[in-house]
């Protein structure tokens, strides 16, 4: 099953996120609460963790992009 991984909200005021840079490339196996991923949000960098143990099926998110809170950033299909 696939599960999305979203820009989350961070802050009670938190809108947008930009990607910082990706700690795991398409393909990779992640485990579930593993930081794959690096945000940015009002000048602080935050680690997103995996929302599920598989394989990072598809990243979304492009870095220097900013994304609204909940925009899909990448797929990754449950084992």
Excluded: F, H
Excluded at 28 to 35: A, G, I, L, P, T
Excluded at 58 to 79: D, F, H, N, S, T
Aim: glycine share 8%.
């Amino acid at each position: 099953m696939a599960v999305e991984l979203v820009m989350p909200k961070l802050g009670l005021t938190m809108e947008v996120g930009s990607v910082v840079r990706w700690l795991k490339n398409e393909g990779d196996r992640v485990e579930k609460s593993e930081v794959i991923l690096i945000v940015e949000t009002e000048k602080v960098e935050y680690e997103v963790e995996s929302p599920a143990t598989g394989i990072l099926k598809k990243i979304i998110g492009q870095p220097e992009v900013e994304y609204p809170v909940g925009e899909v950033l990448a797929i990754i299909e449950e084992e």
